[in-house]
């Protein structure tokens, strides 16, 4: 029998890198998974990898309707959450004169009020004890070029982790927000169209700015994230743990990471900014 066995879990936004690593974890452990994605196409080969434990319902968690359709798929065939993991995507990036309508709705929309409908609507489904973990980002609490509207959405899943954790001590319900630095995913290069290059330049420039002198990993970030659901964590809410080598708390010297916009919601990266290169993260 595994550790698990009997829990249910809910994995929002995406199919690939942290959300996928995070499913398997969730699943070796005994958790039965439901992913969500706007792709069917590849949440058909996600559930497929990741075998009989696991079932898909793709949507839009920016769009109610899609929300409203997810939950009541999930509900008729599970009933219930034990835990929900809210992965609110990657993100496009721009300075303060770049910054358009488009681009802040977009982002506002996906990881703000995406997340917090789903876990309104997910807590309707959710017993006491249960846990909520969102993905916010070390770089809430660093100021970087061109990083304002990103960083200031993942600032506000921080704050929603306190005051949430408050909202719901009656119900027992957990809240929590990790906050990873630079991992590389498959949505670098699908996604936000990094070439190989790139993304070479910034494992080259962690091994400079990390104090572990390297990037984290998916799978490094999911067995962070496994911990925080279950018994294990029982006296733990309310709380961000930096999951970033050391580089938002005892960095060597802040991230300068620059991306310059082309157009809005298509984020170009450029090779050289100044003297680093330019990074977009998860």
Same mark, same amino acid.
């Given at each position: 029998?595994?550790?698990?066995?009997?829990?249910?879990?809910?994995?929002?936004?995406?199919?690939?890198?942290?959300?996928?690593?995070?499913?398997?974890?969730?699943?070796?452990?005994?958790?039965?998974?439901?992913?969500?994605?706007?792709?069917?196409?590849?949440?058909?080969?996600?559930?497929?990898?990741?075998?009989?434990?696991?079932?898909?319902?793709?949507?839009? +968690?920016?769009?109610l309707?899609?929300?409203?359709?997810?939950?009541?798929? +999930?509900?008729?065939?599970?009933?219930?959450f034990?835990?929900?993991?809210?992965?609110?995507?990657?993100?496009?990036?721009?300075?303060?004169g770049?910054?358009?309508?488009?681009?802040?709705?977009?982002?506002?929309? +996906?990881?703000?009020?995406?997340?917090?409908?789903?876990? =309104?609507?997910?807590?309707?489904?959710?017993?006491?004890?249960a846990?909520?973990?969102?993905?916010?980002?070390?770089?809430?609490?660093?100021?970087?070029?061109?990083?304002?509207?990103?960083?200031?959405?993942?600032?506000?899943?921080?704050?929603?982790?306190?005051?949430?954790?408050?909202?719901?001590?009656?119900?027992?319900?957990?809240?929590?927000?990790?906050?990873?630095?630079?991992?590389?995913?498959?949505?670098?290069?699908?996604?936000?169209?990094?070439?190989?290059?790139?993304?070479? =330049?910034?494992?080259?420039q962690?091994?400079v700015?990390? *104090?572990?002198?390297?990037?984290?990993? *998916?799978?490094?970030?999911?067995?962070?994230?496994?911990?925080?659901?279950f018994?294990?964590?029982?006296?733990?809410?309310?709380?961000?743990?930096?999951?970033?080598?050391?580089?938002?708390?005892?960095?060597?010297? *802040?991230?300068?990471?620059?991306?310059?916009?082309?157009?809005?919601?298509?984020?170009?990266?450029?090779?050289?900014?100044?003297?680093? *290169?330019?990074?977009l993260?998860?």
């Open positions: 029998m595994k550790k698990r066995d009997g829990k249910m879990g809910l994995v929002l936004g995406g199919t690939s890198g942290i959300v996928l690593a995070t499913a398997q974890r969730f699943i070796m452990q005994g958790v039965r998974v439901f992913i969500t994605g706007r792709r069917q196409s590849e949440l058909d080969g996600v559930v497929t990898q990741l075998g009989e434990n696991a079932a898909d319902v793709p949507g839009d +968690i920016s769009r309707a899609d929300l409203n359709r997810l939950f009541e798929t +999930i509900q008729q065939r599970a009933g219930r034990d835990t929900v993991f809210a992965y609110p995507g990657l993100g496009g990036f721009a300075s303060l770049q910054v358009t309508e488009a681009h802040l709705d977009r982002a506002f929309g +996906i990881r703000v009020k995406g997340t917090v409908f789903t876990v =309104q609507k997910a807590l309707q489904r959710m017993p006491s004890g846990v909520i973990v969102t993905h916010g980002s070390m770089f809430s609490v660093q100021g970087n070029p061109s990083f304002g509207v990103y960083a200031a959405t993942k600032a506000a899943l921080r704050s929603f982790a306190r005051t949430w954790s408050v909202d719901l001590k009656e119900r027992r319900v957990h809240v929590n927000v990790i906050s990873p630095g630079v991992v590389v995913s498959p949505g670098y290069e699908n996604e936000l169209g990094l070439s190989d290059e790139q993304i070479a =330049q910034m494992e080259e962690a091994t700015t990390t *104090p572990l002198g390297r990037m984290g990993t *998916p799978d490094g970030i999911a067995k962070a994230v496994l911990f925080l659901p018994d294990d964590s029982s006296y733990i809410t309310g709380i961000r743990p930096f999951m970033d080598g050391g580089t938002a708390l005892i960095g060597i010297r *802040p991230y300068a990471y620059h991306l310059l916009s082309a157009a809005p919601l298509q984020s170009k990266i450029y090779r050289k900014a100044k003297s680093c *290169p330019s990074l993260i998860a």
